[in-house]
């Protein structure tokens, strides 16, 4: 994207800022998403939607959201305003990022798909 000055709504630095307060927190909420196929994510998963649980307050700024999709980094899971939830580099083993926090729905006795997964990329 070759932003100069990016920054992050929540530091109170000066920039561009790449994230930014969300219009609604998702802190404490669960929120269904559609994955891409073909994507690390729906590797993990095996589906095209799934509910996750959120203890956010931002997320990236929906002005760079096409943006984002022209370089090296893809979004490949939304909500249903198809907000990026989900962003990955596709030609990389593992790279995934995301709004929701994994390890809340995951324990000893049945691990998150995410997790499974970065454990079996670390394998290959």
């Not at 729906?42 to 996750?52: C, Q, T």
């Not at 939304?78 to 995934?96: G, Q, S, T, Y």
């Amino acid at each position: 994207m070759k932003i100069e000055n990016a920054c992050h709504e929540e530091t109170g630095e000066n920039g561009t800022e790449i994230v930014s307060k969300l219009y609604c927190s998702l802190a404490g909420k669960s929120q269904e998403m559609e994955i891409l196929s073909g994507t690390h994510a729906f590797k993990a998963y095996n589906k095209n939607n799934i509910v996750e649980k959120f203890q956010c307050n931002y997320g990236l700024n929906d002005k760079f959201q096409n943006d984002l999709n022209d370089g090296k980094l893809k979004i490949t899971g939304v909500d249903e305003d198809k907000n990026a939830r989900v962003i990955e580099i596709p030609d990389h083993p593992f790279f995934l990022a995301t709004l929701f926090l994994p390890q809340l729905n995951s324990d000893n006795n049945s691990p998150h798909p995410l997790i499974m997964s970065f454990i079996k990329s670390l394998k290959e």
